[in-house]
């Protein structure tokens, strides 16, 4: 690989900071127990933060709701759910006492139709790629 060549396969969306909500089920658990943001998604996995720091290599059940689905159809406002891998937290964050910034990559999509809904909601036109 080239230094500086790009590693990921799928495209990344920015999103708006603050309104792409998401919420974590910690492994095996049945209740999702955290609440954050996501800055940046694709169909591979996303970047976002939460108040408490999750160890990489945790795995992870995720719910996202994107934001501007109120003029879609009902079944294309629901959320996305996936099963995660917890990548890398900010170390840099760690220390600040405010919410960590982390990544994840996704190993499944939980319900029939969520990665095709996810695709389609990135590819709307709607958020920016990301650099």
Same mark, same amino acid.
């Given at each position: 690989?080239?230094?500086? +060549? ?7 969306? $920015?999103?708006?900071?603050? !309104? ?8 095996? /658990?049945?209740? #999702?127990? #955290?609440?954050?943001?996501? !800055?940046?998604? +694709? @169909?591979?996995?996303?970047? #976002?933060?939460? %108040?408490?720091? *999750?160890?990489?290599? +945790?795995? *992870?059940?995720?719910? *996202?709701? $994107? ?13 996305? !759910? ?22 994840? @990559? #996704? ?6 139709? %969520?990665? /095709?809904?996810?695709?389609?909601? $990135?590819?709307?036109?709607? !958020?920016?790629?990301?650099?």
């Amino acid at each position: 690989m080239q230094i500086g +060549s790009e590693r990921r396969q799928h495209e990344r969306y $920015l999103l708006p900071s603050m !309104y792409t909500a998401i919420d974590i089920r910690p492994g095996e /658990e049945d209740e #999702f127990k #955290f609440s954050g943001h996501a !800055y940046d998604l +694709s @169909v591979g996995g996303m970047r #976002f933060e939460l %108040d408490e720091p *999750i160890e990489p290599g +945790s795995e *992870i059940g995720v719910r *996202i709701t $994107l934001p501007g689905a109120e003029h879609l159809r009902p079944m294309h406002r629901k959320p996305i !759910y996936a099963l995660a891998t917890v990548v890398w937290v900010e170390e840099d964050d760690l220390e600040s006492g405010g919410p960590v910034r982390m990544a994840c @990559v #996704f190993k499944t999509f939980c319900q029939l139709g %969520d990665k /095709e809904r996810l695709e389609a909601r $990135l590819k709307s036109g709607r !958020y920016s790629l990301a650099a």
